[in-house]
């Protein structure tokens, strides 16, 4: 069983850069497909993007060229990059683990789930 710990969030002004971690522990996150959710008051959970085993990422239409996942298996750590943050961009951050090789962006496929970091774009 993995176990996933986040990092990173605050309170920011929009404009600003934050970035995100997500470290776990009891299992190596290489043979995990990781990916990064947010959720806003009041909205579901949607997807972010995702690192998958074969080292490509995948991220939703809203957020490419903003957002950068990287991984560290050395250190088992996801990162989430967040540049020119908005304040649409406001949510608790989530990373999950989904156990093998198959990406997925629909948080039900995932297995772990960390315990969420709050992300505040302030205007």
């Known amino acids: 069983q993995v176990q996933l710990v986040e990092s990173g969030g605050g309170l920011v002004h929009a404009g600003d850069s934050l970035r995100l971690s997500c470290t776990a522990s009891?299992?190596?996150?290489?043979?995990?497909?990781m990916a990064w959710f947010r959720q806003a008051p009041v909205k579901e959970r949607e997807f972010v993007g995702g690192?998958?085993?074969?080292?490509?990422?995948y991220y939703t239409d809203s957020v490419t060229g903003r957002f950068t996942i990287s991984r560290d298996n050395a250190k088992n750590t996801v990162y989430l990059q967040i540049n020119s943050l908005k304040h649409d961009d406001t949510a608790v951050y989530y990373c999950a683990a989904r156990w093998g090789a198959v990406p997925s962006i629909t948080a039900n496929r995932y297995d772990y789930w960390g315990q969420g970091t709050q992300v505040t774009v302030s205007s």
């Open positions: 690192s998958w085993i074969d080292g490509t990422t």
């Open positions: 009891r299992r190596p996150l290489s043979n995990y497909v």
